[in-house]
Structures are given as C-alpha cells and as structure tokens.
C-alpha cells in the first residue's frame, strides 16, 4: 500500500469536504492507496505547515486554492504565491491547484509560475473529476480540467503576465498604500514604481487607479 501524505490548503468548507471524500473514495475502491490528510484555511497556516516540513519531505500532494486570506505581513498575497515557495522548498511535491478563476489571462500566470500538476476549475469540481485527477497525478501523470485545456487553446499572444512585483504593487496601492510607502518596502525606486504601474494600466487598457484594481481583482491578480 502506498501512503500519500496530502495538504489541502483551502478556506472553504464544502470544497474540503469534496476532496476528502473523493479521497476517501479512491481508498475504499483501490486498497493500494492511503492518505493523511492536513488542513490549512489561509496563508499563514500553510506556509508555517511547508516550513515545518522543509527538513521531514514528507509532504506529496498538495492542493492548493489561489484566491486565499493573505498572510499578516502582505508578504503572500494568495496561494500563487505559496506555489511559488512550494515549488522551490518541497520540489518533489504534486500541486494540484482548484479556482474559481476562469479567465485565461490568469491561468496562463499560473501555469508560468506555479506549474501545477493538476489543475482544475471548481465550478467543473465533483467527486468523480477529482478522482480521475488524483488517479492521473499519482501515476505522475499531469491533469488539466476540460474547461482548463480549453482556456490554454484560446490563449492570445498579449498576455497579461505579471510577475511578483507587479502583483505586489497592485495589492498594497488597492489597500491604500501611497507610492512612496511602497518605496520603503520593494527593491524600486518611486520613479520605477510609477513606471511599473503606468505599464500596468496599459496592460490592463485603464487610465486610472479604480479600475485598474477592479479589473485586476476581477482577473485574480489582487
């Protein structure tokens, strides 16, 4: 029998429930699988459960949830962000990531910079895709939703990729950060600063601040 240990760090309740039972279900219906299963609702949690783990590896599947509570210090703004420390702290670990993002912009981000093992959209989420998923990912096989696959084939050449700078900006000015405060805490100079967000509203085709956080909340990037 082959034990997987699994970390689901998701913060609602009844997307857990799917995936505990689904894996529940594969157990009952093939006795050559076990699972321990740990849970974290927001950034925090998870990222001081990754960094008890950095030395044990014990880890093996993780799904992850990208729209989370950010940590308390604003330095993990989502669960692309702890992707991100997962890929580089436990580098054998399956991510299998679960959104309600469905955007193709935002996807493409994704696989750029978390490169999941599988990755689904939780509006297409049942038992039954979790479990083919899981029986893929197990086999080192890579899994991507139907809704997914279709987003990649309608991907445009402009895409809107932004990287954890970029990111960062946008989720302390849409708190209310001045320029100058960001200036103190990121490696740029306010010149570079304002360089980066005029950039940004010209991805993003805005001319000012309050849709430039609308549209960048709307495609998951805050």
């Given amino acids: 029998m082959s034990t997987y240990n699994v970390l689901i760090i998701e913060d609602h309740p009844l997307i857990i429930d799917v995936y505990i039972s689904s894996l529940e279900r594969i157990k009952a219906e093939n006795n050559e699988f076990d699972f321990n299963i740990d849970i974290a609702n927001d950034c925090d949690t998870a ?17 992850l949830d990208i ?6 210090d604003g330095e993990i703004t989502s669960g692309e962000d702890l992707g991100k420390k997962i890929r580089v702290l436990l580098s054998d670990v399956k991510i299998v990531i679960a959104t309600t ?20 959209i939780k509006n297409d989420l049942d038992p039954k895709e979790l479990i083919l998923a ?9 899994y991507y939703s139907k809704t997914v696959i279709e987003f990649m084939r309608r991907q445009t050449s402009n895409e809107l990729l932004l990287d954890t700078i970029d990111r960062k900006i946008l989720h302390e000015l849409s708190q209310g950060s001045k320029l100058s405060e960001l200036a103190e805490i990121l490696p740029l100079s306010i010149s570079a600063l304002e360089r ?14 309050k849709d430039l ?9 805050i």
């Fill in 101 to 120: 993002y469905n955007d193709n912009y935002r996807i493409n981000n994704i696989f750029k910079n978390v490169n999941p093992d599988g990755f689904l």
């Fill in 47 to 63: 990222y001081l459960k990754i960094q008890e783990d950095v030395k044990k590896q014990s880890i093996n599947i993780v799904f």
């Fill in 67 to 72: 729209k989370l509570p950010p940590s308390a």
């Fill in 196 to 209: 980066r967000k005029r950039i940004l509203k010209e991805m993003f085709l805005v001319d000012n601040d």
């Fill in 134 to 142: 899981m029986n893929n990912i197990v086999n080192n096989i890579p």
């Fill in 213 to 221: 956080f609308r549209i960048a909340e709307e495609k998951g990037f």
